[in-house]
T-cell receptor, first 113, second 112 residues
Framework: EAQVTQNPRYLITVTGKKLTVTCSQNMNHEYMSWYRQDPGLGLRQIYY???????DKGDVPEGYKVSRKEKRNFPLILESPSPNQTSLYFC????????????FGSGTRLTVV | QQPVQSPQAVILREGEDAVINCSSS?????VHWYRQKHGEAPVFLMILLKGGEQMRHEKISASFNEKKQQSSLYLTASQLSYSGTYFCGTENTTSGTYKYIFGTGTRLKVLA
């Protein structure tokens, strides 16, 4: 089944404790992206990747890191999480950034206390 | 630069029609539409390309007016399953970047 797999679904952590949210797709998509969704603010792009080793900032990249060592994987890293990073996070992928729709992962609800 | 959607929210009775609009301040190459049910991930509905024809997904159709930088989503004879939040999305490909941004969202509730 074609899908984007995100883990974990739920995560509660403490301020400053490094964490990684994993994202993997099995559709051979070139373009992958991370979003955070907050009430009243909609979906905001954190980082995106055009292909292996090619990543760039979205609109809200502060406090996040990403890497794209393999085409299928695009982990999101929070080196020192803070409470304002409490949010619902989605990974998504697409065949291309232009002209194709996204497939989303099921989301990760992160709480930083 | 986020596309603006209107209305912000709408409540319908089953069988009624609704229109959701998406307006951008930037030129659009394409517009995508997604539906997100509560507690779930957004699901891609359709894409409208510049110069392309009107698209359809079940009883949901959409149009794209490139000159006005607008797209509209038409929900005909709404069903309970249409409830959710609808987002438009578009590429932001200026200055060599390939960002993808979503509209402000429209919450749709269909009542029996």
């Amino acid at each position: 089944e074609a899908q984007v797999t995100q883990n974990p679904r739920y995560l509660i952590t403490v301020t400053g404790k490094k964490l990684t949210v994993t994202c993997s797709q099995n559709m051979n998509h070139e373009y992958m992206s991370w979003y955070r969704q907050d009430p009243g603010l909609g979906l905001r792009q954190i980082y995106y990747s055009m292909n292996v080793e090619v990543t760039d900032k979205g609109d809200v990249p502060e406090g996040y890191k990403v890497s794209r060592k393999e085409k299928r994987n695009f982990p999101l890293i929070l080196e020192s999480p803070s409470p304002n990073q409490t949010s619902l996070y989605f990974c998504a992928s697409s065949l291309s950034p232009v002209g194709y729709g996204y497939t989303f992962g099921s989301g990760t609800r992160l709480t930083v206390v | 630069q986020q596309p603006v959607q209107s209305p912000q929210a709408v409540i319908l009775r089953e069988g009624e029609d609704a229109v959701i609009n998406c307006s951008s301040s930037k030129a659009l190459y394409s517009v995508h539409w997604y539906r997100q049910k509560h507690g779930e991930a957004p699901v891609f509905l359709m894409i409208l390309l510049k110069g392309g024809e009107q698209m359809r997904h079940e009883k949901i159709s959409a149009s794209f007016n490139e000159k006005k930088q607008q797209s509209s989503l038409y929900l005909t004879a709404s069903q309970l399953s249409y409830s959710g939040t609808y987002f438009c999305g578009t590429e932001n490909t200026t200055s060599g970047t390939y960002k993808y941004i979503f509209g402000t969202g429209t919450r749709l509730k269909v009542l029996a």
